[in-house]
């Protein structure tokens, strides 16, 4: 699976969630922001990191590389970029949610 279509599919359950969880949700225009979405609930906005994965570690547990830019220009995921990082893991179809500031100088996350 390509990793776009990996995204799409990181992104459509991110949406679905909060959705579901009475948020309005938007989408930013645009591929040069920090941001996949937008949610509003009771006045109130919160910037959304969506990271998909499949890849298992060696632990066992799903790998999610939250690192930003592309191949070796990568840096840590930036906390100031959004407020909720939201990764969804597609064979289990789970999510994990985390709160952005809570996550420092990290390219890569276990969870599972």
Same mark, same amino acid.
């Given at each position: 699976?390509?990793?776009?279509?990996? &995204?799409?599919? &990181? !992104?459509?359950?991110?949406?679905? %969630?909060?959705?579901?969880?009475? %948020? !309005?949700?938007?989408?930013?225009? &645009?591929?040069?922001? @920090?941001?996949?979405?937008?949610?509003? @609930?009771?006045?109130?906005? %919160?910037?959304?990191?969506?990271?998909?994965?499949?890849?298992?570690?060696?632990? &066992?547990? %799903?790998?999610?590389?939250?690192a930003q830019g592309k191949l070796k220009n990568t840096v840590p995921f930036d906390p100031l970029?959004?407020?909720?990082l939201f990764i969804y893991i597609i064979p289990t179809k789970q999510y994990y949610i985390f709160?952005?500031?809570?996550?420092?100088?990290?390219?890569?996350?276990?969870?599972?």
């Amino acid at each position: 699976m390509n990793s776009n279509l990996q &995204g799409n599919i &990181g !992104e459509a359950a991110a949406i679905q %969630y909060f959705i579901e969880q009475e %948020y !309005e949700v938007y989408l930013p225009f &645009g591929t040069a922001t @920090k941001s996949d979405l937008v949610v509003v @609930k009771d006045n109130v906005s %919160y910037r959304v990191s969506v990271k998909t994965t499949s890849r298992i570690s060696r632990s &066992g547990r %799903y790998a999610a590389n939250i690192a930003q830019g592309k191949l070796k220009n990568t840096v840590p995921f930036d906390p100031l970029g959004s407020d909720i990082l939201f990764i969804y893991i597609i064979p289990t179809k789970q999510y994990y949610i985390f709160n952005s500031s809570e996550i420092t100088n990290r390219r890569i996350i276990t969870v599972g």
